[in-house]
T-cell receptor
Framework: EAGVAQSPRYKIIEKRQSVAFWCNPI?????LYWYQQILGQGPKLLIQ????????DSQLPKDRFSAERLKGVDSTLKIQPAKLEDSAVYLC??????????????FGPGTRLTVL | SQQGEEDPQALSIQEGENATMNCSYK?????LQWYRQNSGRGLVHLIL?????REKHSGRLRVTLDTSKKSSSLLITASRAADTASYFC?????????FGKGNQVVVIP
C-alpha cells in the first residue's frame, strides 16, 4: 500500500514570497490533516478535512495560509506571503473513514520550508 | 495549544537497556497515542491507549495511562540502536490530536 505522498520535499524562499505544498493521502482515506512542525517541537494541527469539507481550521493563520481539498482526494496548502517564522516542516497525514474519533494517523515525509 | 508534555526531553542509553518516557496532558481525552520520528521513516504511529484502558503492550513497547493524574508513560524494553529517534505523545480530545514536544532518545550500540 502506497503511503502519504508530499511534494516538494524541500523549499527555500525569500520572505514575502508565496509557496504551495501538495499532498496525496493514502487511497481511500477520507480524513486529511496538515501539521506544522517547528524545529524542536511537536507537530501542530493547521487544518483537518473530512472528504472535501473543513472539519477544523481553528489554528490556521488565515491571513496568510490557505488550504483546499477540492475533490476530496489530494490537497494543497499555500502560504502567501511567507514570514521568517513560517520556517518549519509541513506534514500531511491521513486516516481512514470512521476514525475521525481519533484513530491512528499516517504521515507523509513532510516538506521542509526555509524562509530567508 | 499543545497538550502533551514529555519528560525527560533527552535520554541516552546503552543498547539492551530499557527506556522510559513520561507524558502529561491537560484536558480530558478519548485516547493517547505515541509516535516515533526519525530521519529515515518520518513520523510513525506506535501505539494507542484508550481512556478506559490502564496498560497496553505491543512487542517491546508498554504504555500506561493514568487519567486521574492525566499522565502516560512509554517503556521500550531491550532497546536497539534502531530505536534512536524522537518520541512524541499525542493526546486525542475535543476532536483534535495534540502533540507534545518530544523526547530525543539515543541508543548507543
Amino acid at each position: 500500500e502506497a503511503g502519504v505522498a508530499q511534494s516538494p520535499r524541500y523549499k527555500i524562499i525569500e520572505k514575502r514570497q508565496s509557496v504551495a505544498f501538495w499532498c496525496n493521502p493514502i487511497s481511500g482515506h477520507a480524513t486529511l490533516y496538515w501539521y506544522q512542525q517547528i524545529l524542536g517541537q511537536g507537530p501542530k494541527l493547521l487544518i483537518q478535512f473530512q472528504n472535501n469539507g473543513v472539519v477544523d481550521d481553528s489554528q490556521l493563520p488565515k491571513d496568510r495560509f490557505s488550504a483546499e481539498r477540492l475533490k476530496g482526494v489530494d490537497s494543497t496548502l499555500k502560504i502567501q506571503p511567507a514570514k521568517l517564522e513560517d520556517s518549519a516542516v509541513y506534514l500531511c497525514a491521513s486516516s481512514p473513514a470512521g476514525t475521525s474519533g481519533g484513530g491512528e494517523q499516517f504521515f507523509g515525509p513532510g516538506t521542509r520550508l526555509t524562509v530567508l | 495549544s499543545q497538550q502533551g508534555e514529555e519528560d525527560p526531553q533527552a535520554l541516552s542509553i546503552q543498547e539492551g537497556e530499557n527506556a522510559t518516557m513520561n507524558c502529561s496532558y491537560k484536558t480530558s481525552i478519548n485516547n493517547l497515542q505515541w509516535y516515533r520520528q526519525n530521519s529515515g521513516r518520518g513520523l510513525v504511529h506506535l501505539i494507542l491507549i484508550r481512556s478506559n484502558e490502564r496498560e497496553k503492550h505491543s512487542g517491546r513497547l508498554r504504555v500506561t495511562l493514568d487519567t486521574s493524574k492525566k499522565s502516560s508513560s512509554l517503556l521500550i524494553t531491550a532497546s536497539r540502536a534502531a530505536d534512536t529517534a524522537s518520541y512524541f505523545c499525542a493526546a486525542y480530545g475535543n476532536n483534535r490530536l495534540a502533540f507534545g514536544k518530544g523526547n530525543q532518545v539515543v541508543v548507543i550500540p
